[in-house]
């Protein structure tokens, strides 16, 4: 997992250090977010009114605390 992320931050340039995060992978938005915007905006999801949905592989967890 450390060796994606590093990887990441060398492709970025960016010297900002990534904080650990629950899942131990970047996000993909074809895989990860697609299927979340397909669903919303479909039928299904109907019922959900006024709702934050976070794709951030879990590091919202520690806000909640």
């Known amino acids: 997992a450390r060796g994606v992320a590093a990887s990441a931050?060398?492709?970025?340039?960016?010297?900002?250090p990534i904080p650990p995060c629950p899942v131990?992978?970047?996000g993909d938005p074809a895989a990860d977010i697609?299927?979340?915007a397909l669903f919303l905006a479909s039928g299904e999801a109907s019922y959900f009114t006024g709702y934050?949905?976070?794709?951030?592989?879990g590091l919202s967890i520690d806000a909640a605390r």
């Open 52 to 57: 934050s949905f976070f794709a951030d592989g």
């Open 34 to 36: 697609a299927p979340m």
């Open 9 to 16: 931050r060398m492709e970025r340039r960016d010297t900002t």
């Open 24 to 26: 131990p992978r970047l």
